[in-house]
Every structure is written in structure tokens, then in C-alpha cells.
């Protein structure tokens, strides 16, 4: 018969009997309705915000089905607008082509430019570097339409004039300096201990560019592709002085002269059907890359 000691209580295996834990202290209904009351202003600032920018993107998705007079959709809920928006002149798919080819372009060019630019300006350290990047910068302060004359001028004489390919050479241009600093700032809040480790290792240097520091600037590089894709994808000055031919159009200014094809008045549903096939890609993008997009902004601010 098991004999139970009162300093020392066990149960008649000779196990301890197990003891409760440390008990959570309870939440007065104070503590949460002043968390709340601290908090209600910021939910009421962020979703006005919120409601200030996703209200006319409502609208317009409502009202491209919506009936309107003057347009293809005068009865009745349907596709109407996206019927005359799909015939205009060469087809919708055509100009979502076009915007498509000169979008991936600009994103490719610029990712590949600026990452070896970020990386030079980030790790070598050479005469004039700092001079030569704050010219770079300096384009930012350049008015985007007073260049596009002279840039016209000069693909005209290289052959790339009315050219989707001239018209990604300029928007890449364009996208180069921010994307080079953002670049910079993302090598920078790479410590130097993994190239060094790379090199000893025995990796050469463009080895431990493409091995270490590529999946490191993952981040920025997402964030600098995201950017052109939207800054090419919406961009309607370009197209609009360097292209000529109506079947070279990108999709912004198909639709901005689909507005007034008949005696000035606008067809305000095809105008809407186009806003809300410009507005799909860009918003599915950055909702699926929106986490990469904030680590990059984030990049340089805490430095490893």
C-alpha cells in the first residue's frame, strides 16, 4: 500500500501529482475599451483613406456595366462597353499587347540596368562616384514632357522613331535613377561579411553577385519591377508623342481617343470598360507582390 507523505504529496506510482501554471492575469474592461478608444482614430484616418481611393475604382467597375445612354449598354446590366471596346479599330488585345510588350521591356531593362548600377554605386569605390550618382539623381528634377521632343528627335535619327521598342528605351530612362538609388540603398543593407565569405569561399565576383547578394535584394528588385510595370503600363505621354501608328497605340491611348470617336461625344461607358482593363494587372500585381514591395522600401532603413 503506497504511503502518501503530506510534505511531499505523490500519487501511487510515485509520480508527483502535476501542478497548475501560472494562472493569465485577466483583462479589465477598462485596459480594453481605452486600447480601443486609442485606436479608433487611426481606423477612422486609414479607412477614409482607403474609401477616398477605392470609391472612384468602384464606381467606374459598376458603371462599365451599368445601362448609359449613348452607348453600347442602353438596357440592362452586361458587356456592352467591352464589346465596343474590344472593336475599336484594331482590338483591345492588340493594344493590350502592345502595352504589354513595352511594359515588360521597360521592367527588364531597368531591373537589369539598375541592379549592376546599384551594385557598382553600392561596393566599388572609384573617382567621382559620388558626383556621378547625384547626376543620375538629377533626371528626377528634369520635367518628364520637356525631354520628349529631343528624345524624339534622336530616335528619329537611330531608326527607333514611331518604335515600341524607342518608346520602352525612353519610359526605362525615366525609371532608371529612382530605381538606381532604391537599388543602391537595398546592396547597402547587405552586410560586406557575406561578399567577403563568398569570396573566401572561393566564388569570384560575379559569383557572389548572382549566389549571395541576388536572393538578398530580392525585395528591391520586386519593388523596382513593380514600379515600371505601373509607370509603363499607365504611361500615356510617351505613346502619345512618339507613336504614330494607330495599330502600335498602347491601351491608355487607345482608349483616351476612343472618347470622342463620334462628333465629339464621349462614350463614357467604352471610356470606363478601358479604365477597369487598365486598372485589373496593376491591382492583381500588387496584391500579390505588396509583401516583397514594403520589405523593399524597407531595405534601407535597418541595416544588417
Known amino acids: 500500500m503506497a504511503v502518501v507523505s503530506r510534505t511531499n504529496p505523490t500519487v501511487a506510482d510515485g509520480t508527483p501529482p502535476s501542478t497548475p501554471g501560472p494562472v493569465a ?39 462599365s456595366f451599368s445601362p448609359q445612354a449613348g452607348t453600347n449598354q442602353v438596357d440592362g446590366w452586361g458587356f456592352g462597353n467591352y464589346q465596343t471596346l474590344a472593336a475599336y479599330q484594331a482590338g483591345v488585345w ?85 530605381s538606381t538609388f532604391l537599388m543602391r540603398i537595398s546592396f547597402e543593407a547587405v552586410p560586406r561579411e557575406l561578399d567577403e565569405a ?29 514600379f515600371g510595370f505601373l509607370a509603363a503600363w499607365n504611361d500615356f505621354m510617351a505613346p502619345l508623342i512618339l507613336i504614330n501608328d494607330t495599330e502600335k497605340m498602347t491601351l491608355p491611348l ?25 486598372a485589373l494587372p496593376c491591382i492583381v500585381l500588387f496584391l500579390l507582390l505588396q509583401r516583397h514591395y514594403v520589405r523593399g522600401f524597407m531595405s534601407g532603413a535597418l541595416k544588417g
Open 198 to 226: 563568398a569570396m573566401v569561399d572561393g566564388c569570384s565576383s560575379f559569383s557572389a553577385l548572382w549566389r549571395v547578394l541576388l536572393p538578398a535584394v530580392k525585395p528591391g528588385l520586386i519593388t523596382v519591377g513593380l
Open 25 to 63: 492575469p485577466k483583462k479589465s474592461s477598462g485596459t480594453t475599451i481605452f486600447g480601443i478608444a486609442l485606436r479608433t482614430p487611426y481606423w477612422v484616418f486609414t479607412g477614409s483613406v482607403a474609401l477616398i481611393f477605392l470609391a472612384p475604382l468602384a464606381w467606374t467597375a459598376v458603371a
Open 94 to 178: 492588340r493594344y493590350l499587347g502592345n502595352s504589354a510588350f513595352v511594359s515588360l521591356l521597360t521592367v527588364a531593362l531597368t531591373l537589369l540596368i539598375s541592379f549592376l548600377g546599384g551594385y557598382a554605386f553600392a561596393r566599388f569605390r572609384f573617382p567621382g562616384k559620388n558626383i556621378l550618382f547625384l547626376l543620375t539623381l538629377a533626371i528626377l528634377m528634369v520635367p518628364y514632357a520637356t525631354l520628349l521632343i529631343p528624345l524624339y528627335v534622336l530616335l528619329n535619327q537611330v531608326g527607333l522613331q514611331n518604335s515600341l521598342v524607342g518608346v520602352a528605351l525612353v519610359l526605362t530612362m525615366f525609371q532608371l535613377p529612382f
Open 254 to 278: 487607345a482608349v483616351s481617343n476612343l472618347r470622342g470617336q463620334v462628333q465629339g461625344v464621349v462614350d463614357y461607358g467604352a471610356t470606363e470598360a478601358g479604365v477597369v482593363v487598365l
